[in-house]
């Protein structure tokens, strides 16, 4: 299995970012996908996530601003990031737990290699 994810970058504060992610050798479409970051010296986070049904969750620190979508027949992932602020500077990764049940529940089993975003005031 394997992910890549692409489009990171430094933009200032207020900005937009999109952040993709394909998926190969694993069965996308029932996978729990989500994307993940982790800034220096604090822990790894998760910021969204949508199950195999489609449906997205999102921690409250990004609610409103940023958005995940799924292509289950380019086997690709999404973070539009809008409203950027300095605090969303991380490193992002995605991340994948194939599930029979297509539920977001469990460890991720795979996880990309990551993406640094970097946000200015």
């Known amino acids: 299995a394997q992910l890549v994810e692409f489009g990171g970058g430094s933009l200032q504060a207020g900005g937009s970012l999109t952040l993709s992610c394909a998926g190969s050798?694993?069965?996308?479409?029932?996978?729990?996908m989500a994307w993940f970051r982790q800034a220096p010296g604090k822990a790894r986070e998760e910021v969204a996530s949508?199950?195999?049904?489609?449906?997205?969750t999102y921690t409250d620190s990004v609610k409103g601003r940023f958005t995940i979508s799924r292509d289950n027949a380019k086997n690709t992932l999404s973070l539009q990031m809008n409203a950027l602020k300095p605090e969303d500077t991380a490193m992002y990764y995605c991340?994948?737990?194939?599930?029979?049940?297509?539920?977001?529940?469990?460890?991720?089993?795979?996880w990309g290699q990551g993406t640094q975003v970097t946000v200015s005031s």
């Open positions: 991340a994948a737990n194939p599930s029979w049940s297509r539920l977001c529940s469990g460890a991720f089993a795979y």
């Open positions: 050798g694993f069965d996308y479409s029932s996978s729990c």
């Open positions: 949508t199950d195999g049904y489609g449906r997205a």
